[in-house]
C-alpha cells in the first residue's frame, strides 16, 4: 500500500522578534515551545535581549508568528526600521526601569512602618492595625501589580511560576487579614500582637498577616529592579558599535568638497579622509599613501600601510596623508554593520539562562498550591470549621511565600558585585554566574589583552663603533615630527631616558617609510630600511642580521642612520603586560586551559604565547573568524570564557559562554562581555572567576535555606499549629540568615593580597 509522503517544509526566511510581557526565564521557555510547534518554524527565545530569532517556511507569516506569541500572554512586534531603530529601541527598557524604581521606593516607605509596628509589641498603638491596613493596601495592590498581572496570564495559560506563588501569597494574606480586621476580632480597638515562640491552634479571626504581604511584595519588587536595571544594557553593545562609524563625510562632486551625512553616502561617492579623520565607509583608496590604524576592528596592533587601489574598512582611522577614498559598501553592506549584526546574533543565540529559583518553582508552587487546597478540605471535612480552614490553608501560602527567596539572588549579587567593583571587577547579572563552574578553556586576546596594546622599544642594536645613547637621542628628535604609532614609540623611549630632546630643522615624513631631518648638522633618516637603501646609506656588517632576528621574533625593525651610514637597528613591538605570565599560571590553576587568539600574525603571536606560558595559538583571523574559532572550541566539547578589549572581539565575547572585556578597551567589547576587568590587567580576570564562582556558591546556598526553612514549617502550617508570628519570626529569620551569608562576600581577597 503506498502512501503520500508530504515533504517537510523549509525554513527560509528569517526574522527577528520584539516580545513583551516577559517575567522570567520560563516565560521565554514558553514563547519558544509554543513557535516550535508551528511547522516550518525553528525559533529561539532570549529573555536577556526580549527578541526572538525566528527562522520560517514561505507558507506562514510574520502575522502568524506574532498571533502565536499574542495567544500565549505576551507580545510581540517586527522590528523597527533602521533609521529610527537606534532612537527608539532604548525607550522601553528605560521606561520600564524608572516604573519599577517608583514602585519600590513607595512600597519600601509604606512597607518600613507596617513591619515595625507588626514585630514591636509596645509601639502598637489604639487602632495601629488600622493604619497597618492603610499602609499596605498599596503596597500589595500597586507595588505587586506585577507579579498580579503575571499569575493572571500564567493562569489562564495553564502555568505557575514564582510570580504566581507571590501573587497568591500576598493576596492571601492581604485578604485575609482584611476579613480578620473587619469580620473577626483583629479589628477591635487595643488589639495586639503579641510576639510569642509558642506553637498552638487559633482560628485565625483575630490574626493579621499584613507585614507579610507587604515586606514579601517589597523584597521581590526589590529583585525585579535590579534584574530590570541590567536588563537595560542588553542592546547597548549593537549601540556602542555603530556609534564608532563617522557621522558625516567629506565627498568630491563637480571637483569641490561638500560635507554631508553618512546616511547620503552612497556607493561610488568620491570622499576625503584628512589625516585624524575616520574612514567613513569601506572603500577602494583612488589617491594618497597613508597608514591606516585598524587596532579596533582586526586586532592589528601595527597600522596599516595603504596605497592607491588598497581596500580600507569604514570606522578605521587615518593616522598618516591625505586619501581619496571610493565608497564600495554603505549602511548595512558594511563590516562595522555586519560586525554589530554578529554581536546581535551571537547574543541571541545564547540559550536563555534558566534560573534556579524558578526551576525549583516549577515543582514547588504546583505542590504548595496543592497543599493549600488539601489543608483547606482537610479541615472543614474533620468538622473544624472553615475559619479554622482558611486560617491552616493560608498559614501554609504565607510560609511557602518566599520572602528569603526573594533576597536570595538580589543580596548576594549585590555584596559579590559590590566587593567586585572594588577589585576592578564588574559583573553584569546572576545569569553570569552559572557559567563560572563549568568554563574549562579561557581564550585570551593578545592586543591589549595580554600585551599593553601599545608599540615600544624593546631592543636597539648599535651599529659597530656607534653609541647606544647616541642612536636613541637623534632617532627619538626626528620620529617626535610624526604622529606614526612606531614613531611616537621611539621618541617616547627617547624622551623618557633624556628629557629634552634636541630641535630639528628640515623635517619631511615619506609616507609608508620614514621620516628625515637635520639635527645638530646631522641629516638623520629613521624608517623602513628601504628608505635608507634608497638615500643611498652604506649598511655596515650585523645590521642585516639584526633586522632578521627582529622580525624573527615578531618584532618590527626600523633603523636609523646619518651622515650617509646606518647607525642603529631599533625592534619595536607590543610588550606583554607585566602580570600576564603569572596570570596565565593562576588561570591553570584553576583548572582551566589558555589558548591565545588573535588578527596579528603567526610569528608575533608564537613568541608572545611563549613569553607568557601558551601552547596553543589561533593567529591571522578576522572578527567574523573569531567566532567560528570560538565555536569550534564549544563544538569539541569545551566551555569556553574569553577574554579580549577590541570591537573585533566583541561578538566573539558574546557567543562564549563566558565574556570577560577588558575595562581599558571599547565600549562595544565592554557591553558585549559578561564580565568587565576595569583595572585592565589579566590577573584581574582569575579574580573575577574565583569571585563570580564564589558568588554562585553563595546564591545557590541562600536558595537552599530560602527553602528550607518554608519545607520544614510547611507540615506544622497544614497541621494548624503556625502561629503567625511564628511564620513571621521562621520568614524574618530567613532573610536575616541570607543577608548574613551573603555579607560573607565581603571578605573576598585578590589572589595577590
Not at 514591636?120 to 503596597?139: E, G, K, R
Not at 503579641?194 to 491552634?201: K, Y
Not at 596592533?301 to 564600495?328: F, K
Not at 613568541?607 to 572550541?633: F, N, S, T, W, Y
Request: charged share 20%.
Amino acid at each position: 500500500m503506498a502512501t503520500d509522503a508530504r515533504p517537510l517544509p523549509t525554513a527560509p526566511n528569517r526574522i527577528e522578534l520584539s516580545i513583551g510581557g516577559m517575567t522570567c526565564a520560563s516565560c521565554a521557555a514558553r514563547i519558544e515551545k509554543k513557535l516550535n510547534r508551528m511547522d516550518g518554524v525553528t525559533a529561539t527565545v532570549n529573555y536577556a535581549t526580549e527578541k526572538a530569532s525566528v527562522s520560517y517556511a514561505t507558507d506562514v507569516t510574520p502575522q502568524d508568528l506574532i498571533a502565536i506569541v499574542e495567544k500565549t500572554g505576551y507580545t510581540a512586534a517586527l522590528p523597527p526600521p533602521p533609521a529610527r531603530e537606534s532612537a527608539s529601541e532604548p525607550a522601553q527598557p528605560v521606561d520600564e526601569v524608572r516604573g519599577l524604581r517608583t514602585r519600590l521606593w513607595v512600597s519600601i516607605a509604606l512597607t518600613l512602618p507596617v513591619i515595625v509596628l507588626a514585630m514591636v509589641p509596645p509601639w502598637q498603638f489604639t487602632y495601629w492595625q488600622w493604619l497597618s491596613l492603610t499602609l499596605a493596601a498599596p503596597v500589595v495592590v500597586y507595588g505587586g501589580l506585577p507579579f498580579h498581572r503575571a499569575a493572571w496570564i500564567n493562569l489562564r495559560h495553564g502555568a505557575a511560576t514564582m510570580d504566581t506563588l507571590v501573587s497568591i501569597g500576598t493576596l492571601a494574606a492581604f485578604g485575609w487579614s482584611g476579613w480578620a480586621l473587619f469580620f473577626g476580632t483583629a479589628g477591635m480597638p487595643g488589639m495586639t500582637h503579641p510576639f510569642t515562640l509558642s506553637i498552638g491552634r487559633t482560628d485565625g479571626a483575630g490574626a493579621i498577616y499584613l507585614e507579610a504581604a507587604a515586606g514579601v511584595t517589597a523584597f521581590i519588587l526589590a529583585g525585579r529592579y535590579f534584574e530590570a536595571r541590567s536588563k537595560r544594557r542588553a542592546g547597548a553593545a549593537l549601540r556602542a558599535l555603530l556609534e564608532l562609524g563617522a557621522k558625516d563625510v567629506t565627498v568630491l562632486r563637480d571637483g569641490a568638497e561638500h560635507r554631508i551625512p553618512i546616511v547620503d553616502l552612497v556607493v561610488g561617492d568620491r570622499f576625503v579622509v584628512r589625516p585624524g579623520e575616520k574612514i567613513a565607509t569601506d572603500g577602494v583608496v583612488e589617491d594618497g599613501v597613508s597608514a591606516v590604524d585598524a587596532s579596533l576592528l582586526t586586532g592589528e596592533s601595527v597600522p596599516v600601510e595603504v596605497r592607491t587601489g588598497d581596500g580600507v574598512t569604514g570606522a578605521t582611522v587615518n593616522a598618516g596623508g591625505r586619501l581619496v577614498v571610493r565608497a564600495t559598501r554603505v549602511g548595512a553592506d558594511t563590516q562595522l554593520a555586519q560586525m554589530a549584526k554578529l554581536v546581535e546574533q551571537a547574543q541571541t543565540g545564547k540559550a536563555p539562562v534558566q534560573r534556579l529559583a524558578d526551576r525549583i518553582s516549577s515543582v514547588f508552587v504546583p505542590i504548595v498550591i496543592a497543599l493549600a487546597v488539601a489543608t483547606l478540605g482537610w479541615w472543614v471535612g474533620s468538622g473544624a470549621g472553615w475559619t479554622a480552614a482558611f486560617t491552616a490553608a493560608v498559614a501554609v501560602l504565607i510560609i511557602a511565600c518566599p520572602c528569603a527567596l526573594g533576597l536570595a539572588t538580589p543580596t548576594a549579587l549585590l555584596v559579590g558585585t559590590g566587593r567586585g567593583a572594588q577589585l576592578g571587577i564588574l559583573i553584569k547579572g546572576p545569569e553570569v554566574l552559572e557559567s563560572t563552574r563549568a568554563v574549562d578553556t579561557v581564550v585570551l586576546d593578545k592586543t591589549g589583552t595580554v600585551t599593553t596594546g601599545r608599540m615600544s622599544i624593546v631592543d636597539l642594536v648599535p651599529a659597530a663603533g656607534q653609541e647606544r645613547d647616541e642612536v636613541l637621542r637623534l632617532a627619538g628628535a626626528v620620529e617626535a615630527g610624526s604622529e606614526h604609532p612606531i614613531a611616537q614609540a621611539v621618541a617616547r623611549a627617547a624622551g623618557d631616558r633624556f628629557g629634552g630632546l634636541p630641535p630639528v630643522s628640515g623635517f619631511a615624513s615619506t609616507e609608508g617609510f620614514g621620516v628625515r631631518g637635520t639635527i645638530e648638522g646631522h641629516d638623520v633618516y629613521v624608517g623602513r630600511p628601504a628608505l635608507l637603501r634608497q638615500a643611498g646609506f652604506d649598511t655596515p656588517a650585523g645590521v642585516p642580521a639584526a633586522i632578521e632576528a627582529a622580525e624573527a621574533a615578531g618584532r618590527t625593525a626600523i633603523v636609523a642612520g646619518w651622515d650617509g651610514s646606518v647607525r642603529g637597528v631599533l625592534a619595536v613591538a607590543d610588550v606583554v603586560k607585566p602580570t600576564s605570565r603569572d596570570a596565565v599560571t593562576a588561570l591553570r590553576g584553576l583548572g582551566l586551559t589558555p589558548v591565545l587568539l588573535t588578527g596579528d600574525n603567526a610569528t608575533v603571536a608564537r613568541a608572545v604565547a611563549d613569553e607568557v606560558g601558551i601552547d596553543e595559538v589561533i593567529a591571522g583571523v578576522l572578527p567574523a573568524e573569531k567566532v567560528a574559532e570560538v565555536e569550534r572550541l564549544q563544538a569539541r566539547g569545551r566551555t569556553v570564557a574569553m577574554v579580549g578589549d577590541g570591537v573585533n572581539d566583541a561578538a566573539a565575547l558574546a557567543r562564549a559562554d563566558l565574556g570577560l572585556a577588558m575595562g581599558t578597551g571599547t565600549d562595544v567589547a565592554i557591553e558585549a562581555a559578561d564580565l568587565t576587568l576595569v583595572r585592565g590587567d589579566l590577573m584581574a580576570a582569575v579574580d573575577a572567576i574565583r569571585l563570580s564562582r564564589r558568588t554562585l556558591r553563595t546564591i545557590k546556598g541562600n536558595l537552599f535555606w530560602a527553602f528550607a526553612y518554608n519545607v520544614a514549617a510547611l507540615p506544622l502550617a497544614a497541621a494548624g499549629l503556625l502561629n503567625p508570628m511564628i511564620a513571621g519570626a521562621a520568614m524574618a529569620f530567613s532573610s536575616v540568615f541570607v543577608v548574613a551569608n551573603s555579607l560573607r562576600l565581603r571578605s573576598f581577597t585578590t589572589v595577590r593580597s
